[in-house]
């Protein structure tokens, strides 16, 4: 289990790291200077939770909170340090999102080691509410609503951060015989399977969502174009070649997959989540009329 602790004050970060070291429970624990260091090692790894100096060169603490509940489908429970008990702050960094606040001059053995344990434990109570809000109870993958609001939010990211995203929608040929042959549980078995692969042919900070039945949704952040886009479809058809085996038989499903990106040449500046999505979709279909088990860029013409 690692811990990252998050502080421009080397000093103040050693001294956390010690205490947190010394616990019975193992933790490793990884430093950073800043915020834009912490957010790279929080989408690039792992950690069960984060103390986090209020006062950053490059960003305050509560504002990070906020951009990692922004860009982690999954964030870490944070605690957050400061030198100031003014009430402002204190409510400022509860209601980013942070599960607890600690004084720097008031750090402790006990009082970091009962702060994590809270933290831990609210986060799990917390996780588990939104857990069940979000995910597709068949495959684990996050479900249509959460994913709308993602895209939405993502939209927003690309445009205030002038970057680019790429969504791509795969929706299984035939499976509806694999349904009507082998039975219910049979095709539910082969959408977690599905799910399963999917997942593990795309990057970790890449969101995979279930839109029902056997449609699937993979959204990409900070691609530089569509080669990256291109790239990624290639991975998820490679992912579904191998037969899937169920009961006493094995199967084989091939996708069909649209994508689109955003901003596109000649696009739209702005473009709302439920456009982007019909584009991708738009594309599917496309796929299937090529003859399916392939992948298709959406055009404005095509």
Request: glycine share 6%; aromatic share 6%; proline share 4%.
């Amino acid at each position: 289990m690692k811990v990252l602790v998050v502080d421009d004050n080397r000093v103040d970060r050693a001294h956390i790291r010690r205490i947190v070291e010394r616990m019975p429970q193992g933790y490793k624990v990884d430093e950073a200077g800043d915020a834009g260091e912490a957010l790279q090692r929080l989408l690039d790894s792992d950690y069960v939770c984060v103390f986090l100096d209020f006062m950053l060169p490059d960003m305050n603490g509560a504002e990070l909170v906020r951009t990692l509940q922004e860009r982690m489908t999954a964030a870490p429970p944070v605690i957050l340090l400061s030198n100031s008990d003014d009430d402002t702050t204190i409510q400022d960094c509860l209601k980013s999102g942070a599960q607890d606040y600690l004084l720097k001059g008031e750090v402790s053995p006990s009082l970091v080691s009962r702060a994590l344990r809270y933290a831990l434990e609210r986060h799990r109570r917390e996780a588990e509410i939104r857990y069940l809000a979000t995910h597709d109870s068949l495959t684990a993958l996050f479900n249509r609503s959460f994913f709308n609001q993602y895209l939405e939010k993502a939209i927003e990211r690309s445009a205030r951060h002038s970057t680019m995203l790429g969504l791509l929608f795969v929706d299984l040929d035939k499976f509806k015989p694999i349904n009507d042959e082998y039975g219910h549980e049979a095709g539910d078995a082969v959408l977690r399977e599905v799910a399963a692969r999917l997942v593990s042919a795309v990057r970790k900070a890449d969101l995979v969502a279930r839109l029902g039945g056997d449609e699937f949704v993979v959204l990409l952040e900070d691609i530089r174009d569509a080669g990256d886009l291109h790239d990624i479809g290639l991975k998820l058809l490679a992912s579904l070649r191998a037969a899937i085996p169920i009961k006493l038989a094995e199967v084989s499903v091939t996708p069909s997959i649209g994508m689109t990106m955003h901003p596109r040449p000649g696009g739209p500046e702005r473009i709302r989540a439920g456009d982007l999505l019909k584009q991708a979709d738009h594309a599917m279909y496309q796929a299937k009329a090529n003859g399916k088990n392939t992948l298709v860029e959406y055009t404005e013409h095509g």
